[in-house]
């Protein structure tokens, strides 16, 4: 009962995820389904039980720091030196977001699991990784924008659920 909310926003995710991964793969096919779910995967880490209030930046913020993450760990895989400053300055970014709290480490979170990933697909030289990185950022607004829509429909239950 406690952890209502949680439950709550977890069935959320879990929706708007699997919309997302089927919308793509019903428009593009399964290979860009795949790309774009692993970009809705890392934005859904920074939807977090809250007001709707700010949110669309949190969204916003999250899907261009993990495309644009995914993208340069994608052209850095041909040099293991531009690979080697892509990592450093991932983790030191990510050591200076701690500073601003939670809504910030989710922000960090999200964006070194989009390295994570951008580092596991294969080398496809850089139009692929562009292709890619474009794939994985639909994924990440297409997510964005059902999850807004659902914490939209959901705002007034939110509100009197954190009222409680």
């Known amino acids: 009962f406690l952890l209502r909310h949680r439950i709550e926003s977890g069935i959320s995710v879990m929706v708007c995820l699997t919309a997302t991964v089927a919308a793509i793969w019903f428009a593009l096919g ?5 790309l774009g779910g692993t970009g ?15 949110k669309q930046y949190v969204f916003l913020a999250a899907t261009v720091a ?9 052209l850095a895989q041909a040099s293991p ?4 400053a892509v990592i450093a300055a991932m983790s030191a970014g990510f050591g ?16 070194v699991l989009s390295l994570v990933l ?11 990784v562009v292709l890619h990185s474009g794939l994985f950022a ?16 959901l705002e007034r239950h939110t509100q009197r ?3 409680r």
């Open 30 to 34: 399964e290979e860009a389904a795949l």
């Open 40 to 54: 809705a995967l890392c934005v859904s880490i920074v939807d977090q039980p809250g007001r709707l209030a700010g």
């Open 66 to 74: 993990a495309s644009l993450v995914a993208l340069l760990a994608g």
């Open 81 to 84: 030196w531009a690979l080697g």
């Open 96 to 111: 200076l977001a701690t500073a601003y709290g939670r809504p910030a480490m989710t922000l960090g979170i999200s964006t």
């Open 118 to 128: 951008g580092l596991a697909a294969p080398a496809a030289g850089p139009r692929g």
């Open 138 to 153: 639909l994924g990440g607004a297409c997510y964005a924008l059902l999850a807004l829509a659902a914490a939209r429909l």
């Open 161 to 163: 659920m954190f009222a």
